[in-house]
């Protein structure tokens, strides 16, 4: 991920499109940061909202860490499929069913 850690503009403009990637575990737990760290949201039928302009530096921070975590959790997921296909391709006898 090439984040840099600021508070500018343009790096909440990355975490903002970082976290519309997020899946719906993922958005649940960064419900979670967002409501242990006090901050302010809005919510309705519609989803949950915040302003991402006004979190807290230290919010921001473990939301980084929280992307960081998630990329790295793709990242494995994929190599682990990308493994099982190969090993699938290589050896159609283990995987066919009886």
Do not use: H
């Not at 909440?12 to 979670?32: G, P, S, V």
């Amino acid at each position: 991920m090439s984040v840099t850690k600021d508070t500018d503009f343009d790096t909440r403009k990355q975490l903002f499109e970082e976290i519309k990637q997020f899946n719906r575990t993922e958005q649940e737990e960064l419900y979670r940061i967002l409501k242990r760290a006090g901050e302010d949201l809005s919510e309705n039928r519609n989803g949950i909202f915040f302003d991402l302009m006004s979190l807290k530096r230290e919010t921001i921070d473990k939301i980084y860490e929280w992307i960081t975590f998630c990329s790295s959790n793709r990242t494995s997921f994929e190599s682990r499929e990308k493994e099982l296909s190969q090993l699938a391709e290589e050896n159609p006898s283990l995987y066919q069913s009886n």
